[in-house]
């Protein structure tokens, strides 16, 4: 699954169900680290709070683009439609993927 490495060299992907609990426990995790970082449970609440916003967002935008590449794949092989762009202000499209942006 590497994706450095080309097609060929990656090896076999894993299942859905070894995907799924992997999501759901990096997603675990981030969850008790950020409500640690929130409640002050960590060395440096103040600097944390800045790291967590930036993580965040990079982690949103890794899943933005991954979207976005699923559902190209999909329209392209398989005739769906692409969806709709969710609607906010802080999301915008740059170099053809959304973009969590709350800087603008």
């Known amino acids: 699954m590497d994706s450095a490495n080309p097609e060929k060299f990656r090896g076999a992907l894993p ?3 070894r995907l799924s609990a ?6 675990e995790r981030v969850h008790v680290r950020i409500g640690d970082i929130a409640a002050g449970r960590v060395g440096a609440p103040t600097q944390l709070t800045i790291v967590a916003n930036h993580l965040l967002v990079a982690l949103i935008n ?22 709709s762009d969710p609607e906010s202000d802080w999301l915008s499209r740059i170099d053809g993927y959304l973009v969590c942006n709350p800087y603008v």
């Open 15 to 17: 299942t859905v169900e």
């Open 22 to 27: 992997f999501r759901d426990t990096v997603a």
């Open 62 to 83: 890794h899943e933005y683009q991954h979207d976005q590449w699923i559902s190209e794949v999909r329209a392209d092989n398989l005739g769906h439609a692409l969806p």
